[in-house]
């Protein structure tokens, strides 16, 4: 189940579960019965283990831009079985109409909502925390992302909040700084999402920013592997959301810990091509799929219905 619905998930003092990345490099874990899950698409196929929804893992965390309240429902009725978690990014849940319709919307889809931890930041720079707490109670918001990566909110602070907001909400963290010339250390993000933990967050978010160029990623996009390879061995990595924005970095992430990567900052056009990437269905991810054979998303009792004539 998702952190934060109806069930919390519980702790784990190693990435294990679906993943292995000792190696570094995907391996499925679950027997053959745990591979049993409804069907996706027409059922034919066989596919990649997708943990179904509400899951606690391979969670796909979408940055909402400014989408209109059309725009998120005609991407629920497209991929809302992919999402799990809306981002309304930075400050865009602030100068928005229709934030509280997107939260009942998105409510009834089972996905969960959280305004940025740039609009945090803001608040406790200007001393309006309470008054942020307030607004979102009054939009029916139940997660909320606490940051330091935009005004270097000092860490013992960070913990002070978290320990706050989780009596009320279910709190994501983030890690990292947005500053592109700020010094990655592999034990500082451990540490300091350990700490995090402690003081009540549900789940992790390690930064990347829209751009996938800063925290996670060398100024190129390309992944720092031993910052990646150190959360996942040295933090549960099901409560991880690694920022992922472009297909690449998406792909590497699959490819490295499996389709049970939860992946954050999607772009709402891309989560339907992120879908494709975890179960095999993309040239990227080829080598991701189960040898032909019985078909493991199917449900055999229930076979798919043959296609209706076009015309009668």
């Known amino acids: 189940m998702v952190p934060g619905g109806q069930e919390r998930a519980t702790s784990s003092t190693s990435p294990a579960g679906h993943v292995a990345v000792a190696a570094g490099a995907y391996s499925e874990q679950p027997t053959r019965e745990a591979q049993r899950v409804g069907q996706i698409g027409p059922g034919f196929l066989s596919l990649p283990y997708r943990t179904p929804k509400p899951r606690s893992d391979g969670l796909t965390h979408v940055l909402d831009k400014g989408l209109s309240l059309f725009a998120l429902e005609s991407l629920i009725q497209t991929a809302g079985e992919a999402i ?156 991880i959301i690694f920022e992922a924005p472009r297909k690449d970095q998406q792909a590497w992430f699959i490819r490295r810990l499996g389709p049970s990567a939860s992946l954050g900052n999607i772009p709402s056009d891309e989560v339907v091509a992120l879908e494709t990437l975890r179960l095999g269905l993309r040239s990227d991810t080829l080598d991701l799929l189960p040898e032909s054979g019985e078909h493991l998303c199917a449900d055999d009792e229930n076979p798919v219905p043959p296609m209706p004539p076009l015309y009668h």
Not at 106 to 118: M, V, Y
Not at 132 to 140: H, P, T
Not at 218 to 233: Q, S, T
């Open 84 to 239: 799990d978690i809306v981002k309304l990014g930075w400050g865009t849940s602030y100068v928005s109409d229709g934030v509280k319709a997107k939260v009942g919307l998105c409510r009834a889809a089972g996905i969960h909502l959280s305004p940025g931890g740039t609009l945090l930041e803001i608040c406790e720079y200007q001393g309006r925390i309470t008054d942020y707490v307030r607004w979102l109670e009054r939009l029916g918001v139940g997660h909320v992302e606490v940051s330091n990566g935009a005004f270097g909110m000092d860490i013992e602070r960070k913990r002070a909040l978290i320990r706050m907001l989780a009596q009320d909400f279910t709190v994501l963290s983030e890690c990292g700084s947005k500053n592109p010339n700020a010094e990655v250390v592999a034990a500082d993000w451990v540490a300091e999402m350990a700490g995090d933990l402690e003081a009540g967050a549900t789940l992790l978010i390690a930064e990347a920013r829209e751009s996938g160029t800063v925290g996670l990623y060398n100024p190129d996009g390309r992944p720092r592997a031993e910052l990646v390879d150190a959360l996942a061995h040295e933090l549960p990595v099901e409560k």
